[in-house]
């Protein structure tokens, strides 16, 4: 009986101090070594200054490219010392008539601080399909809930650029197209779940990259 009773106070007080101790770490750079998991890279034994510093959002991402857009992220990937601090940064450019094609971040909210030209952005609501909208200035900033489909384009008659900060470290990135007709998911199979045509379907594949 006493035994009993005596084992779970003695645990606790093994436990304790280690609990206290992950209470009480100031950060948990990630060992990019390592593999990332749920809670994050596990931490890097040898911390320097320049683990909290990047300098990668310095240059302009290379919109030569479809959506004349590029989007150059400052993930955890990138920046390690962002691992477990629930933020992390990207850096956007869009080119005249450029566009961020409808997408979503799984794992992360995002706001948008343009800095150069105009953005039209906007996100739809999950329950009711709301579109919110907004045509962005220099200055302005706009938010977009975590998950919900958005978009940004260049509405101006120059180059736009924002800086993106996003609530974690890892937000991840789903294009809507890229999704339905920049892999090999079956055409009948793409025009059966969008109800768009065989044309429609096979044109979108082959501009988009896409096969079957
Ligand atoms: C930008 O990307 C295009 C297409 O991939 C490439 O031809 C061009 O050299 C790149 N420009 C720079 C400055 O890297």
Redesign the pocket.
């Known amino acids: 009986m006493a035994n009993a009773m005596l084992l779970p106070v003695l645990l606790s007080f093994l436990i304790l101090p280690f609990s206290a101790m992950a209470l009480t770490q100031d950060f948990c750079v990630a060992d990019l070594s390592c593999s990332d998991t749920p809670a994050g890279y596990p931490c890097k034994a040898s911390v320097t200054a320049g683990d909290f510093y990047y300098h990668g959002l310095a240059t302009a991402g290379?919109?030569?490219?479809l959506i004349k857009a590029a989007v150059t992220p400052a993930f955890v990937g990138q920046f390690p010392g962002v691992n477990g601090l629930g933020i992390s940064a990207a850096r956007l450019d869009i080119a005249v008539g450029g566009v961020v094609p409808l997408h979503t971040h799984p794992a992360a909210s995002e706001l948008l601080f343009v800095t150069e030209g105009t953005i039209l952005a906007g996100f739809i609501s999950s329950g009711a399909n709301t579109p919110y909208t907004k045509t962005l200035y220099a200055g302005d900033i706009m938010v977009f809930p975590q998950g919900l489909l958005h978009y940004q384009y260049n509405g101006g008659s120059g180059p736009a650029v924002a800086l993106v900060a996003f609530g974690g470290p890892n937000p991840g990135l789903q294009i809507t197209d890229f999704a339905l007709f920049a892999n090999n998911l079956p055409s009948p199979v793409v025009e059966k779940v969008t109800f768009l045509d065989d044309a429609t379907v096979k044109k979108l594949k082959s501009v988009l990259g896409g096969s079957g």
């Not at 290379?62 to 490219?65: E, K, P, V, Y």
Request: net charge neutral; charged share 0%.
């Open positions: 290379n919109t030569t490219n």
